[in-house]
């Protein structure tokens, strides 16, 4: 996520204005002071609301006791974060993809997750394989659609973790994949189209059979 330092030069940039001339803004330092607080009250903000101390946090830790902020300001950035202060993925429109402090040592860890999610992981990258011969191409790639799938089918505290299984998936896939298309010519080299017919014994069930390791629920 990225993070603001100066919050004085948003305003200006909003307002036309100079800093200190902005009409209803104050210094973060000023947060407590009753007259702040009235501000933010009479605007409908709860500041007691974890949406709240999520922006306050985030605030304070980008800028300092110094920068400007105003009501205004603040109540659009809390709608970047949901009822629990978790942030909302601007791409997605889901919280729980955020790696913090408190989720970081959670999120490598293996989950259950949908069936049909892993045939859509199956199913696109076999199809890109093909079509790209073996290359990753970032460009091109639609796999990114499947991961924003997934995460709409799983818990908000699971996101991290399903989207750490799923790679695992995507990458035993790919790498089945390449293993046929060596298997069908010796010689072949990422780049190159890959041979007629290599991949068609390949299923996801059969790849899923093989020893996978990371099929294990916990």
Do not use: C
């Not at 940039?13 to 800093?19: A, D, L, Q, S």
């Not at 796999?143 to 998936?169: E, F, H, I, P, W």
Request: glycine letters at 8%; a positive charge.
């Amino acid at each position: 996520m990225p993070r603001i330092t100066d919050y004085s030069y948003l305003f200006q940039k909003m307002f036309g204005t100079p800093r200190t001339n902005i009409t209803g803004s104050f210094q973060l330092s000023q947060l407590n002071s009753s007259s702040v607080q009235a501000q933010l009250k009479a605007a409908g903000i709860n500041t007691n609301s974890k949406q709240y101390k999520a922006v306050m946090n985030e605030m304070m830790k980008n800028g300092n006791g110094a920068m400007y902020t105003n009501v205004q300001a603040i109540k659009n950035l809390m709608k970047g974060y949901d009822k629990d202060g978790d942030y909302i993925d601007p791409t997605t429109g889901l919280a729980g993809l955020l790696v913090t402090e408190e989720n970081a040592a959670s999120q490598k860890r293996i989950i259950s997750i949908p069936e049909s999610s892993k045939d859509e992981m199956f199913e696109q990258t076999k199809k890109e394989f093909l079509r790209e011969n073996g290359v990753l191409n970032g460009d091109t790639t639609k796999r990114s659609d499947v991961y924003t799938n997934l995460y709409r089918k799983v818990q908000k505290n699971d996101r991290l973790a399903a989207g750490y299984t799923m790679q695992q998936y995507e990458r035993a896939y790919r790498q089945a994949f390449l293993s046929a298309a060596r298997k069908a010519d010796p010689g072949w080299e990422i780049g190159s189209p890959v041979p007629a017919g290599a991949l068609d014994g390949i299923t996801r069930e059969s790849v899923e059979g093989s020893g996978m390791s990371i099929d294990r629920k916990i």
